[in-house]
């Protein structure tokens, strides 16, 4: 049977961190999926890595790219299954289950008409993978989009008919470009929030959003038409209140029990 949703690695001498993201994978139950790896000409052990994990289904692309952008819009390109998603290299998904929730959430039905995304909670870690923080993902006004969601790709997941509505990644932006995509889901259609946590992201300072902050800030301010600063505390505590999200957020700004764990021991566990 085909695969019931896609999940694209943009890659590139991505050796360091790959098993990691590949195990998190490897864990994945109760749902059909495949991986494409749109890889820009590795020189390292990246593809070796991929050929040697036993997934039913997977793609391998290696060839120069023009940034993780393109890389991203030919990995799509490529996706077969009807639920689409990505993850990073240094990324991990937390949860056996996270691909199946993603695909049982956008499946769901309602009176006026099914997600075209859905998203969930998130933790960040270090270089060394053990968690720093927790972020609990919320669903804004559409008009405060642009001053956060605690949104992190790794737990973004959407239909292949909102990924043709948005058209792909322009490439103009290099850093950014992500929020792209963000803009466009939540111009689309309405959220679907899953209430766990997903997926984790490394944060350290050879990452791309640590080396280049500024013009990652730049780049979201344009696409988004509004700077991210003080306006953003009261839409976010008021939407937090409405989704009963608040008091988690707050116990996680008190509370450090998950510090100093690697993801793999709170893998699977409910958190």
């Not at 689409?84 to 998904?93: I, Q, S």
């Not at 609990?136 to 949104?151: H, I, Q, S, T, W």
């Not at 932006?173 to 490394?202: G, T």
Request: glycine content about 8%.
């Amino acid at each position: 049977m085909p695969p019931q949703i896609s999940v694209v690695i943009p890659s590139f001498n991505s050796e360091t961190f790959l098993p990691e993201t590949l195990d998190s994978l490897a864990r994945q139950k109760d749902v059909g999926f495949e991986i494409i790896l749109s890889d820009g000409g590795s020189s390292d052990g990246t593809i070796d890595l991929v050929r040697k994990v036993n997934f039913a289904e997977k793609i391998i692309i290696s060839k120069p790219d023009r940034g993780v952008p393109h890389a991203l819009n030919r990995g799509m390109a490529q996706a077969k299954a009807p639920v689409l998603c990505w993850l990073n290299t240094d990324d991990v998904y937390l949860r056996p289950d996270t691909l199946a929730l993603a695909c049982e959430a956008l499946s769901v039905e309602s009176k006026t008409a099914s997600p075209g995304f859905a998203y969930g909670s998130c933790m960040t870690l270090n270089k060394a993978g053990y968690v720093k923080r927790r972020l609990v993902a919320f669903a804004p006004k559409e008009k405060d989009v642009g001053r956060g969601a605690n949104l992190f790709t790794g737990s973004l997941f959407f239909t292949r008919a909102t990924w043709n509505a948005f058209g792909g990644f322009s490439e103009k932006n290099r850093i950014a470009f992500e929020y792209e995509l963000v803009k466009s889901c939540f111009s689309q259609s309405r959220p679907h929030l899953i209430p766990h946590y997903l997926a984790a992201f490394r944060q350290y300072e050879d990452g791309l959003s640590s080396k280049f902050q500024k013009q990652m800030q730049t780049e979201r301010e344009t696409i988004f038409g509004v700077s991210k600063g003080h306006k953003l505390r009261a839409p976010r505590i008021l939407a937090q209140v409405a989704q009963g999200t608040l008091g988690k957020t707050v116990m996680n700004r008190i509370s450090a029990r998950d510090h100093g764990r690697h993801w793999s021991e709170v893998f699977g566990c409910e958190l």
